[in-house]
T-cell receptor, first 112, second 110 residues
Framework: NAGVTQTPKFQVLKTGQSMTLQCAQDMNHNSMYWYRQDPGMGLRLIYYSASEGTTDKGEVPNGYNVSRLNKREFSLRLESAAPSQTSVYFC???????????FGPGTRLTVL | DQQVKQNSPSLSVQEGRISILNCDYTNSMFDYFLWYKKYPAEGPTFLISISSIKDKNEDGRFTVFLNKSAKHLSLHIVPSQPGDSAVYFCAALDFNKFYFGSGTKLNVKP
């Protein structure tokens, strides 16, 4: 039982490049989330998907897009990476929108 | 402006003693609170939660206290163990979004 998996673990991009962060969960959870963690800022919600087929903006959505591909997978796309997007990105899932969230191991992204 | 604040970035405690981690919040609509623990290079893992209708919840060595009038919650770890050394995040629920504090790094010295 893998829980929440994220790929890649590490990535270095140049300013203006694009990339997609992948997330999958095998717990049959309905809700999925993308957070970023920056020093001194805690975890901030980028986008979330309360259920398959829906997505909503969180606190810091600018510069990102998401796709809830199916119930298991929720991807985060950076269309034109900027140095301000250097961060650690965590995907999480939960049974319902108000239930405990389970986190993946994170993706450490550096934008030069 | 952060709605959930952890004002102590770090805390150092001797093994066997009590660790007290604090969290303050500004939004009176928060009705459910959680603590997560995070080791380096891993994602946060759920530790303990409390509903706003309670003022205390206990799970083994971990107890969370909620003071709604002061908009303050705390996590007590007794006795502290070296394996408890990690970053602890508090989080609060408003409708269907969780808001996280910036974390407190706990170091338990043997």
């Amino acid at each position: 039982n893998a829980g929440v998996t994220q790929t890649p673990k590490f990535q270095v991009l140049k300013t203006g490049q694009s990339m997609t962060l992948q997330c999958a969960q095998d717990m049959n959870h309905n809700s999925m989330y993308w957070y970023r963690q920056d020093p001194g800022m805690g975890l901030r919600l980028i986008y979330y998907s309360a259920s398959e087929g829906t997505t909503d903006k969180g606190e810091v959505p600018n510069g990102y897009n998401v796709s809830r591909l199916n119930k298991r997978e929720f991807s985060l796309r950076l269309e034109s990476a900027a140095p301000s997007q250097t961060s650690v990105y965590f995907c999480a899932s939960s049974k319902g929108a108000t239930d405990t969230q389970y986190f993946g191991p994170g993706t450490r992204l550096t934008v030069l | 402006d952060q709605q959930v604040k952890q004002n102590s970035p770090s805390l150092s405690v001797q093994e066997g003693r009590i660790s007290i981690l604090n969290c303050d919040y500004t939004n009176s609509m928060f009705d459910y609170f959680l603590w997560y623990k995070k080791y380096p290079a891993e994602g946060p893992t759920f530790l303990i939660s409390i509903s706003s209708i309670k003022d205390k919840n206990e799970d083994g060595r971990f107890t969370v206290f909620l003071n709604k009038s002061a908009k303050h919650l705390s996590l007590h770890i007794v006795p502290s163990q070296p394996g408890d050394s990690a970053v602890y995040f508090c989080a609060a629920l408003d409708f269907n979004k969780f808001y996280f504090g910036s974390g407190t790094k706990l170091n338990v010295k043997p």
